[in-house]
């Protein structure tokens, strides 16, 4: 039963008046404490005009921060996000300094300095003020949680009482199956809500990735249907004569496009969907940190809208760069700790990574969480959100260490921050909980063997190898958010891919423990004969050197064959294998995940797996990494699903599911139960088979045909993907 709308506002009123009152009184407080901060004039004043002159000067603060604060945001958006966050505590400051100099007589004074730390406190009160007093009132919870997202009020439902079950999709980056096990297990676990849905509300069922385990791969695969010709994190295409990363704004959109392209739709959010803190869209209308459409410019950008969503509220602000603040000398102390302790192993922690940290654990956490907020007050029918922390935390400090467990409880705040939330929707939500892949411990490869791949890979080609050994560039998903939210320009090749390319050396790039090496000079890719004689030791150097598992490449006369140590050998078309199967140390999925990406028009001449410990799952990065994922070998391969148990079973009993284009067709099937949208539920292509676009018609062929899917029930001119924006959201 609705409260009468005089009720509404008279208690609405109130809390007004109570925070204005806390306000007062955190202000009288403040000026009794600080010397430097002052609300009487030079000559004195009675406690009551004192009284009056706080409350005057936290009633215009207030109203500064209420009118003036979002105005302000909005045009600080032209400005780097993350730059927006470090000015925060100056902005905040400023805005109680004219509050201040608005009061009557000048009795309001303080120095620049010490207004910051008088308006960051103030932010802080008034917010939890105002928290608490909504919290007794589901309404003004409510509200007061849509005007913190600041989403607009009308919605995509139209009447919430009837309407279907929204779905929202969290992806933990990283967790592995076995990780969250741990998190879940013993009387005190360590992420208390997640382990109060597990065996209650949702069941957990691991899945298995494809041979490149890393987000570009599995999310593209989930949120566009197709992970088709997505090699590794990085690879060299013949052709362009570039370098495609999976987590660079352009190569992003490039993958999006070419997925679409295969597909034939726009992807698993075409149907009122939103997508925050992704590589790509999926389709969807509402975005917020997308990478895949970072690199566009001007209104046609919506990603950066999620910055102001968060932001344009000063105690969010506040709270978030204050916290930044602790996460960069949080990083700095474990880092030390870490090494005096001489904990092993360990990679250089230092330059900008601190603060590629805290954007990560902080500010993309809480932009994503305040845009899933929005999402859900709005009603929006499916919202996919990626939360990166645990996977940029777990690359540095190892994914069983205390500084990654740390940040598991953290996230497991949010979560339940998420469901509380969802009880104050205007329609009933189902939160799926997944991860896109996990993390295998170990030393990096240069760390154990004293050099890096590339410097075998020139030592079997005969050519001059540098007497140290270089740092390879890290594929931590946070770098080029963090880029991408400061305006800075793609990072360029290496040097020595670029020197690569003009000298027709070899090119070797990195993805995890999986690694890659092109020869520009051959046209095509190169086949087993054509190396054996350009470079005949470079294949047995690899298959022989312990730290390598096994390693790809193409017979003329053979087809596919993947080698090993001691002369093994495992022909994918035949399944004949000589000597010690190379694959057997890597699970029974190995030869079909292997055998799928020999298919991939962009698969490497050689394609190289480090080798992998079966008992402890450890396994050796090509790059700076002592948690890695990108190839085969211990925990990565194994990420998790944890979905409501009134959602049908993701497969049969008996059954494992393997591979992100299945586990995007299990989503396309839940998103149709319960009365959901009229997604299409078709089975992803097989091995050979044509794309989707080649199989049936996709509107005028300049873009899919997603105008087509629409909520069960509804006519075609009720809806289009999106409806509930405005018009510049729905652009």
Sequence with gaps: MRRPRWRSAGGALLRVIAVWAVSTVAMLVLAGALPDFRLQSADGD???RIAVTAALAAGV???????????????LLLVPALVLGLLVFGLNGSLLLIALWLV???????????AVVVAAVMSAVSSATGAALAVGDDDAYRRRLARLALRRRNTVVQDPAGAPPGTVFLQLDGVGHDVLTDALAGPDPLMPTVAS???STHTLTPWRTDW???????????????????PAFRWYEKETGEVVVSNRPTSAAELQRRAMART??????????ASRGNLFSGGAAQLALVLSVAARRG????????????????????????????????????ALRARFRGTGPRVKRGGLYPFVRAFATVVERDVVVAAVIGDMLVGRTAVYADLVAYDEVAHHSGPASRDARLVLRRLDRSLALIAKVARHAPRPYRIVLLSDHGQSPGETFAGRYGLTLEDLVRAGCGLPVPRRARRSPTGAEARNTARAALRRPEEEPEETTRRARRAAEPIVLASGNLGLVSFPSIAGRATREQIDRRNPALLSTLAEHPGIGFLLVRSEEHGPVVLGPRGGAHHLDSGLVTGEDPLAPFGPGAADAVRRTDGFPHVADIMINSCCDPETGEVHAFEEQIGSHGGLGGPQSHPFLLWPEELTPPVGEGTELVGAERVHHVFRRWLTEGGGPAVPVGEPPAAGEPPAAERRPAGDGSRPAVNEIRPRGAAPEAFSPGRGGSQEEQR
């Design 104 to 114: 009557p007589d000048g009795r309001g004074a303080a120095s620049p300095e010490t």
């Design 264 to 273: 034939g739709d726009g992807g698993l959010l075409s149907a009122d969907g």
């Design 299 to 334: 209104r046609y950008n919506r990603s950066r809208a999620g910055y102001f969503a968060y932001f344009s509220d000063p105690a969010n602000a506040t709270r978030t760069a204050a916290s930044f603040v602790v996460e960069v000398f949080r990083e700095i102390g474990q």
């Design 46 to 48: 009675s406690a009551t």
């Design 197 to 199: 849905w597990a065996g």
């Design 61 to 75: 603060f207030g109203l500064l921060g209420a009118l003036v604060w979002p105005v302000l945001v909005r045009t």
């Design 212 to 230: 490149s385990s890393q987000t570009g791969a599995s999310q593209l695969g989930i949120l566009h249907g197709t992970n088709h010709d997505l």
